[in-house]
Structures are given as C-alpha cells and as structure tokens.
C-alpha cells in the first residue's frame, strides 16, 4: 500500500512538473546549454528597454505620473509606432471611460518570435468592422499614458517598460519583470455621467 501511494505520487509530480513547463513553452529538454524560455528574464527585459529607447522611429512619451520638467529614465517612457491614424482631435482624460481593442505580448522568446500573447479583447487580424473591444477608466500606467495621447481612431504599437506595467507580480500568464508590448486601437471615449451604446463595428 505505501509503494503504491509512493509510486502514484511520483507520478502526480511528474505530471504537475510537465504541465508546469508546458504553461509557458518552457524548454524542458536534457540537453545541457538549452535555454529555458524565461531565463535571465528580467535582464532581457531591461535590456529591450535601452533598445526601445536607442530607435529614433519610435515615439517616445513619458509616464502621465511624472512632471515633465525632470530627465527620466528609459524606464520613464513608452515607446510607440504608429499604425493607424485616426480622424480624431480629442484625447481621453484620465477620469474618462474609454473603449479599446488591444492585443498584449511579451518580449520575444525563443519559442515565441512576435511575443506570447497574453491577453486580447479580439482573435485574427485586426478589422475594425469585426474587433471585440473592451470599456474601462482603470489601465496600468503605460497603458493610461497612451490612451492619453491618443485620438479616436488611432492605432499604435505601444511598448511598456514593466515598471509602467506589472513590476515584479506575476500570473500564470506573464512572468515577473515582463515589459509589455500592447497593439491598441481606441475606439472611443466619453466623459463620467455620459454612456455609449454596445459597440457594433465600423466602416474604415
């Protein structure tokens, strides 16, 4: 009877283990000098920072929470390319509601060449006649820094330093440290006490 318990419980490990390096694409070969998924992750990611902020295409904002009169870190900053730009003229204030459609990623990893993907408010390609799209007036900071600068209509690739992001917290989606790269698209706003109705796609 303990040899059998023994034996189901080494097996348990073994599964737990196996779904364990599955959740993030983890390298779980035998072979020496294979790198894990995540490894010296936190270094990667400061060092995609210094790289966002050495590429002059990138358009460089600093965090809504600091006075622009001080220098900054890289860390300070998001960095943006523009895919789209929209008709709009305003943008949201941060008491504002505003309605998006986004796409979040890692830093590339060795498994994932674009980013993991780990959250989205839509599947496929982008359209703006088809986008699920998501209503909030709470964002992490990175991500109110650009809704900030944003007009309606307007697409961008937003690369989130993680101390504008999640910092050191962690999900079974996301490691600790992990800067934030988020496609969003805003699709409107509207100030407190106004409402919008459900959101049914547009014509571009």
């Not at 490894?39 to 790289?51: G, L």
């Not at 309605?99 to 599947?123: C, H, Q």
């Amino acid at each position: 009877m303990h040899c059998e318990l023994k034996k189901w419980l080494g097996y348990v490990g073994v599964i737990l283990f196996t779904l364990h390096c599955s959740l993030f694409a983890v390298s779980c070969s035998e072979d020496e000098g294979e790198p894990a998924e995540f490894d010296n992750w936190q270094y990667r990611n400061d060092a995609a920072v210094v790289e966002w902020a050495a590429n002059s295409s990138y358009r460089k904002i600093r965090t809504y929470t600091q006075d622009e009169a001080t220098d900054g870190a890289n860390s300070d900053f998001i960095y943006v390319e523009v895919l789209e730009t929209g008709a709009g003229k305003a943008s949201p204030l941060q008491t504002d509601t505003a309605r998006v459609a986004y796409r979040g990623r890692l830093i590339p990893s060795k498994t994932y060449a674009e980013g993991y993907v780990f959250d989205e408010s839509y599947l496929g390609d982008f359209n703006w006649k088809t986008i699920g799209t998501v209503s909030g007036a709470s964002w992490i900071e990175g991500f109110q820094t650009a809704l900030l600068n944003m007009h309606v209509g307007d697409r961008w690739r937003v690369y989130i330093p993680y101390s504008l992001a999640y910092g050191s917290a962690s999900t079974t989606t996301r490691p600790a440290y992990s800067n934030l790269i988020f496609d969003i698209a805003l699709v409107d706003f509207w100030h407190p006490g106004e409402t919008r109705p459900d959101f049914k796609g547009r014509e571009r």
